[in-house]
């Protein structure tokens, strides 16, 4: 069973940083493309980040400057690193895997809190 899991997330004030994490199975992390989602208290879950194994990351505007992805493959584990946040960056933040074969992120984890005080 394909698993990911996420952790870093926390309770922190306006203007602070942190880093979430995402491990999983490597028979998914190794050729895939991961990435990060978040979704708001009434809002629909919306794309944060993604980081193929070999190319350049990709932002929404909204975080770009503010958040990085990046990976590490040989612990299967993809970062992501939040910087300047801001009261509009809470929510949950979910972890997720691209699979080719259905192409589009088949595979999701549990979910991190982030919530971040005015």
């Known amino acids: 069973q394909a698993q990911l899991v996420e952790s870093g997330g926390g309770l922190v004030q306006a203007g602070g940083s942190l880093r979430l994490s995402c491990s999983t199975s490597?028979?998914?992390?190794?050729?895939?493309?991961m990435g990060w989602y978040r979704q708001a208290p009434g809002k629909q879950r919306e794309f944060v980040a993604s980081?193929?194994?070999?190319?350049?990351?990709v932002y929404v505007d909204s975080v770009k400057g503010r958040f990085t992805v990046s990976r590490d493959n040989a612990k299967n584990t993809v970062y992501l690193q939040m910087r300047s946040l801001k009261f509009e960056d809470t929510a949950v933040y979910y972890c997720?895997?691209?699979?080719?074969?259905?192409?589009?992120?088949?595979?999701w984890g549990q979910g991190t809190q982030v919530t971040v005080s005015s």
């Open positions: 490597g028979s998914i992390f190794s050729p895939n493309v």
């Open positions: 997720a895997a691209w699979d080719p074969s259905e192409g589009g992120y088949a595979f």
């Open positions: 980081m193929p194994r070999g190319g350049n990351p």
